[in-house]
């Protein structure tokens, strides 16, 4: 799993720096050597408007996340902690995490620590930090969010199309698409049978649309695109809109894995003037939703900046 952290989930103060507090960088309280390291990787010419936060507004916290104000995720994280990965042993060494980080000679389920290097050096660290640090890119965003919105359209499809289909255990398979008794109702219901109890025809009746309803809705195509802002976009002051597309249409409540159609992508560039009518209409549904939410059908808001969006097309 790639070491990620959205900017907007950092706890970032807002203090200026002072020469009495100098373990301070952009308000947060570190230990020496993390703050030494912070400031070497700011002279990097790469990293002059490079930001610092911490998840947690923690004292002498030896750890910082290294974040660019208009990007969406940070670049990774720097400190100086216990990197050992043995309980029994203690190893303080400088460490760089970042989701371009690729070790292999960690154990595969150190998923942290494989994406992790280590030095007791500053000077070899801060080299390491300025090549490993960076932007984190639209595909991995994908990678990183799809999970939730494949949940999100597999539970729609779950919940809104077959709230009717479910009945008594005893008669779920029958009654279920492709039952034996299925074939039978409808038989009934077009040839005008007469029910001694209208509750059980409108029940038949509901059921057999809910059926119809399910098969329509199974075979629908959609587009699927994830629109990151880059920049702040509720001020409007976005650098740059990407928009991660889908040339082809999939069916939404079949999909099991959302990675099969990663490659199926292409990638576009707008600004907040060129962005599509159809994808800003979107957004502006979706923002005035709290963040991990979606709407039926429309989409889903996986954080300020990042919307999936899902165009439908008539089967």
């Known amino acids: 799993m790639a070491i990620t952290l959205l900017v907007s989930d950092l706890h970032i103060n807002d203090f200026n720096d002072t020469l009495e507090d100098i373990q301070r960088i952009d308000g947060c309280d570190v230990t020496e050597k993390t703050f030494n390291f912070a400031i070497a990787l700011r002279e990097q010419r790469a ?10 507004s923690s004292y002498n916290d030896n750890s910082l996340w290294v974040y660019f104000p208009d990007e969406i995720f940070c670049r990774g994280e720097i400190g100086y902690r216990d990197v050992s990965l043995k309980n029994n042993t203690s190893t303080h060494k400088y460490f760089v995490s970042s989701h371009s980080i690729h070790n292999h000679k960690v154990a595969y389920y150190k998923t942290t620590a494989q994406q992790q290097k280590v030095s007791e050096s500053l000077d070899r660290i801060t080299v390491v930090a300025k090549s490993h640090l960076r932007e984190y ?28 289909i479910t009945t008594r255990d005893v008669l779920k398979n029958a009654l279920g698409i492709g039952g034996c008794l299925v074939a039978e109702l409808r038989t009934m219901v077009n040839n005008n049978y007469m029910f001694h109890d209208e509750r059980l025809k409108q029940y038949v009746v509901d059921h057999l649309q809910a059926i119809d309803n399910h ?9 699927i695109s994830l629109v990151a802002f880059y920049g702040d976009r509720l001020n409007g002051d976005t650098r740059r809109i990407v928009v991660y597309r889908g040339q082809s249409y999939y069916n939404a409540y079949r999909l099991t894995n959302l990675s099969q159609i990663e490659t199926d992508f292409i990638k576009e560039e707008y600004t907040q003037d060129t962005l599509p009518d159809n994808l800003a209409a979107a957004v502006s549904s979706l923002a005035i939703l709290e963040n991990d939410a979606h709407i039926e059908g429309l989409g889903y808001r996986h954080s300020e900046n990042l919307f999936y969006v899902i165009e439908h097309e008539a089967a």
């Open 47 to 56: 990293f002059k408007g490079c930001r610092f936060g911490t998840k947690h």
């Open 137 to 164: 890119p639209v595909e991995k965003i994908w990678q990183h969010s799809s999970d939730e919105l494949l949940r999100r359209l597999n539970t729609a499809g779950s919940e809104s199309n077959t709230e009717k």
């Open 215 to 223: 098969e329509k809705v199974s075979e629908q195509k959609i587009t």
